[in-house]
């Protein structure tokens, strides 16, 4: 779990996070045009942990996992709490799940509104050539969380290789 960093940069903003999303299904621009939206859809237990640990303020790096380059291209803020994903019972969404009850629901999904859009886009090839982030979650092998923690320090200098 990521620890807080509100006490480290005084901003009163909480924890970081990288989130990814594929470009055909939602972009930053996307997100951009509809100023917020419901993060929904991850299927993964550790990931939904993540969700939940989620707080109001959190930032979000916003990587686009496929397409031409993969990378992070913008940023969002948090600000609605982890609830019930609605995907999981809806039979004709992807992410249907039939085990999953509405008394007891098994995802959930927080609400992210659009912050930046990243002047360049940050390959994954630059946060491997960064020494600053070697130890990111996303660059280590074998991880494919679509939502994984991040540092203060961490975003921001993502943040300052995409130009904003």
């Not at 970081?16 to 299927?43: F, H, M, N």
């Not at 969002?76 to 999981?88: F, I, K, M, N």
């Not at 991880?143 to 320090?153: E, G, K, Y």
Request: aromatic letters at 6%.
């Amino acid at each position: 779990m990521a620890r807080r960093t509100d006490d480290e940069n005084g901003d009163g903003i909480g924890q970081c996070w990288l989130a990814k999303s594929e470009p055909s299904v939602y972009s930053i621009d996307d997100l951009r045009r509809d100023g917020s939206t419901l993060w929904d859809g991850i299927r993964n237990y550790q990931a939904r942990n993540f969700l939940r640990s989620m707080q109001v303020n959190d930032r979000v790096l916003f990587h686009h996992s496929s397409g031409d380059p993969t990378g992070v291209v913008g940023t969002a803020v948090v600000v609605g709490l982890a609830q019930p994903d609605p995907t999981q019972f809806d039979p004709r969404s992807e992410g249907f799940d039939e085990a999953s009850k509405r008394e007891d629901p098994r995802w959930c999904a927080v609400t992210v509104r659009f912050g930046s859009r990243l002047a360049v886009p940050v390959t994954m090839a630059m946060l491997r050539a960064d020494r600053s982030l070697k130890g990111m979650r996303i660059l280590q092998r074998g991880n494919r969380l679509s939502v994984t923690p991040v540092t203060a320090a961490e975003f921001a200098r993502v943040v300052k290789l995409g130009g904003s």
